[in-house]
């Protein structure tokens, strides 16, 4: 089946910094890619969805200015989290769909921690 | 997306047939019922999808009321490597979609 990695797996930063994480098709091309966040004990929420070529989408509720998304190839979608803070610690995991796919494909998922 | 319902939460005996529930009494007819799992601290992983007809896949089956108010999942010898979260949402076939998740079915295998 489609591969979608992530990286990193795990990331501690300080408040106040930055962090990008990467979402990667690796097997093959998605047009479209998902950005879910999760809580411990929750379930996935939506932040945003990432054509390629073209602004992302957000979700009601998320900033864009503070989450930027950039999808600027047909394998890669890259998770900004600017200026973080404790609240912002939570399992980021990004999604991938294909052309000619019904299935989305997750990636592992990147552990972020703010102290 | 039609509304799905599933129970909070299901033990199953580890070797048995897991069987998890899912209702979408408002499903439209071009709406596709998909099951995902997550298991602990990883991305959710793809099971098995279907329309009207059962389905079956290396990984498990999925029987869909005639109706199509209603599905079941079927794991067919749980084992411990199973237990996970199981989310059950109804999507449109084809065409721009965003999975969004409910709170799903946590199925705790047990020895």
């Known amino acids: 089946g489609a591969v979608v990695s992530q990286h990193p797996s795990r990331v501690i930063c300080k408040s106040g910094t930055s962090v990008k994480i990467e979402c990667r098709s690796l097997d093959f091309q998605a047009t479209t890619m998902f950005w879910y966040r999760q809580f411990p004990k929750q379930s996935l929420m939506l932040m945003a969805t990432?054509?390629?070529?073209?602004?992302?989408?957000?979700e009601q509720g998320v900033e864009k200015d503070k989450f930027l998304i950039n999808h600027a190839s047909l394998t890669l979608s890259t998770l900004t989290v600017t200026s973080a803070h404790p609240e912002d610690s939570s399992f980021y995991i990004c999604?991938?769909?294909?052309?000619?796919?019904?299935?989305?494909?997750f990636g592992p998922g990147t552990r972020l921690t703010v102290t | 997306d039609a509304k799905t319902t599933q129970p909070t939460s299901m033990d199953c005996a580890e070797g048995r047939a897991a069987n998890l529930p899912c209702n979408h009494s408002?499903?439209?007819?071009?709406?596709?019922v998909y099951w995902y799992r997550q298991i602990h601290s990883q991305g959710p992983q793809y099971i098995i999808h279907g329309l009207k007809n059962n389905e079956t896949n290396e990984m498990a089956s999925l029987i869909i009321t005639e109706d199509r108010k209603s599905s079941t999942l079927i794991l067919p010898h749980a084992t411990l490597r199973d237990t996970a979260v199981y989310y059950c949402?109804?999507?449109?076939?084809?065409?721009?979609?965003?999975?969004?998740f409910g709170i799903g079915t946590k199925l705790q295998v047990i020895p």
């Open positions: 949402i109804a999507l449109y076939s084809g065409g721009y979609q965003k999975v969004t």
């Open positions: 990432s054509n390629e070529g073209s602004k992302a989408t957000y």
């Open positions: 408002t499903i439209s007819g071009n709406e596709y």
């Open positions: 999604s991938a769909r294909g052309l000619a796919e019904y299935e989305q494909y």
